[in-house]
């Protein structure tokens, strides 16, 4: 079948696929789950979810190649993400077999709706683990539903490979020290909805976050990690207990070190050290790689390429991530996984 989806000029936007997958935890464990056409989760007015916050989410994308395959990239790493984030709340872990299995059969199913290689575009798809069932106390769920839907999707940030602004956010953190800044949890989002609005509302792409503890190191990107590049030839990256442990940042640490001879390093950065930095970016599954052109910190806007073009070695380290996403380039060891 050919769907009418105009790919090229796909933004982050729900689109409501055929298919999805849904999987019901109870009286201790997992049933085997199935495909379903209902797009609406049917759960108690009592869920905890809704109430206490217990949920969370993943996000991963499947990709066509040039013959017309499909792949999705480090499937496993998700997995075992939504398993430590599991742990901190609380809920039943989703085994990785059963996690993987699922996003094949959503991206089997829904097939039509992978968008074709050369577009750009990508098949999204959200994992989603909740906590359902009537308990009104604050206490941890007895029943769950995990559910993958999908979506195609083209640009995060808009512009894709073109430098946006951001903005340090000196009144909002995004995450308490010792909370659960390190989870995909949905509360880290409702919080990180007010200063990204106040962000977009004046110019900006989104929030850069600092420690919650000194406010005086970078962070987090909105929804993506930051990296840095140095005229060192060094690739620099935050090493904090709350942000996100990013797959794509990890991945880009590998490729940085082994593909590009960079020099990687996690740890600290300052927000008034920006200068050492030739080049920087956001990176995440939706965000893939976006250039960042300035940061905006107090009166200051610190321009690190140029705010109109991409620096080469953000350019270098895209085209090989994309190009291993895509399959063109070959890719680690276990790092792709073919749908079919
Ligand atoms: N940081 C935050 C807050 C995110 O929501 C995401 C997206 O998942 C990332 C970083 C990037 O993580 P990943 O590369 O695993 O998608
Ligand atoms: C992702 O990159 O998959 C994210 O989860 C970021 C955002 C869209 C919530």
Redesign the pocket.
């Known amino acids: 079948m050919t769907v009418n989806i105009d790919w090229e000029n796909l933004g982050f936007e729900y689109h409501k696929l055929p298919f999805r997958y849904i999987s019901y935890y109870k009286d201790g464990k997992w049933d085997q789950g199935q495909l379903t056409e209902d797009a609406t989760l049917h759960l108690s007015e009592a869920a905890p979810s809704l109430h206490y916050g217990q949920q969370a989410f993943?996000?991963?994308k499947a990709y066509r190649t040039k013959d017309g395959s499909i792949q999705l990239f480090r499937p496993d790493?998700?997995a075992a993400?939504l398993q430590d984030t599991a742990d901190r709340l609380l809920m039943p872990q989703v085994s990785t077999e059963q996690f993987i299995d699922a996003a094949k059969q959503v991206v089997k199913a829904n097939e039509d709706y992978v968008p074709p290689y050369g577009t750009g575009a990508t098949l999204y798809l959200r994992p989603l683990l909740i906590g359902v069932g009537d308990i009104i106390g604050v206490k941890p769920a007895d029943e769950y539903i995990f559910t993958i839907f999908a979506m195609p999707v083209g640009a995060y940030f808009r512009g894709g490979l073109k430098p946006t602004n951001f903005i340090v956010s000196e009144a909002y953190d995004?995450a308490a020290p010792h909370g659960t800044?390190a989870a995909?949890v949905g509360g880290?989002?409702a919080g990180?909805l007010l200063p990204g609005k106040k962000a977009k509302a004046i110019g900006y792409s989104d929030v850069i976050y600092l420690d919650p503890t000194t406010h005086t190191k970078i962070e987090?990107?909105?929804?993506?990690?930051f990296f840095g590049i140095t005229a060192n030839n060094e690739f620099i990256t935050p090493l904090s207990p709350s942000?996100?442990?990013?797959?794509?940042?990890?991945?880009l640490l590998e490729i940085a070190e082994k593909r590009l001879g960079m020099t990687v390093i996690e740890g600290d950065i300052p927000v008034a050290d920006l200068d050492k930095f030739t080049e920087a970016g956001a990176?995440?599954?939706?965000?893939v790689i976006s250039p960042i052109g300035g940061i905006q910190y107090r009166d200051n806007l610190h321009v690190f390429y140029s705010e109109k073009e991409v620096g080469p070695v953000t350019r270098r380290l895209y085209d090989e991530l994309v190009g291993i996403q895509f399959g063109d380039i070959e890719a680690p060891e276990g790092w792709i996984v073919k749908v079919e």
Do not use: F
């Open positions: 993943e996000g991963m790493r998700n993400r995004r800044g995909k880290n989002y990180s987090e990107v909105g929804a993506a990690n942000i996100l442990p990013s797959i794509t940042k990890y991945s990176c995440g599954t939706a965000a």
